[in-house]
């Protein structure tokens, strides 16, 4: 959900790390200056704030072909966005994706990839960063962006 997600966003002072597909449609949605809605560039007043944004994505070769496509166009705007700011960065991994991983400062949102189904539309939990089961989502985000550091 837009609002739910943008809230996040917008409170974030520190750090916001992604794991998704393609993320087309978070960028679509939060680093989009032409988006008329009110959290179309809250992920840009993010990094304009110093927070540092960190996305971890398949590699588009590991896509089907409609997600490819979405991945493609997301990687001219990524590259926008690593020109613009410092302080964000993108990485590809070398494997299936098998969950979603958002994270804003101590908050945290994981959820599945479901085949066929966007990962708009999958179930989700909300939790506190200090609770065990993120500790080892962001474990993993951590170890994969070191294994992938040369995959932007």
Not at 17 to 38: M, P, Q, V, W, Y
Not at 75 to 91: A, M, P
Not at 115 to 127: F, G, K, V
Request: aromatic share 14%; charged share 30%; net charge negative.
């Amino acid at each position: 959900d837009r609002a739910y997600y943008g809230k996040l966003i917008k409170g974030a002072k520190k750090e916001i790390r992604l794991i998704g597909k393609t993320a087309f449609h978070f960028l679509e949605d939060f680093a989009n200056r032409d988006g008329s809605h009110k959290e179309a560039t809250f992920l840009l007043e993010a990094l304009g704030r110093g927070v540092s944004v960190r996305f971890l994505l398949p590699c588009p070769d590991r896509l089907s072909p409609s997600d490819k496509g979405k991945a493609n166009a997301s990687k001219k705007r990524l590259d926008e966005l690593k020109l613009e700011f410092n302080d964000f960065s993108y990485r590809y991994f070398d494997h299936e994706e098998s969950h979603s991983f958002f994270l804003a400062d101590d908050e945290v949102i994981i959820g599945p990839f479901f085949p066929h189904l966007a990962s708009m539309d999958t179930p989700a939990l909300h939790l506190d960063r200090s609770a065990t089961l993120p500790q080892k989502y962001i474990e993993y985000f951590d170890a994969e962006w070191k294994r992938n550091d040369d995959q932007a």
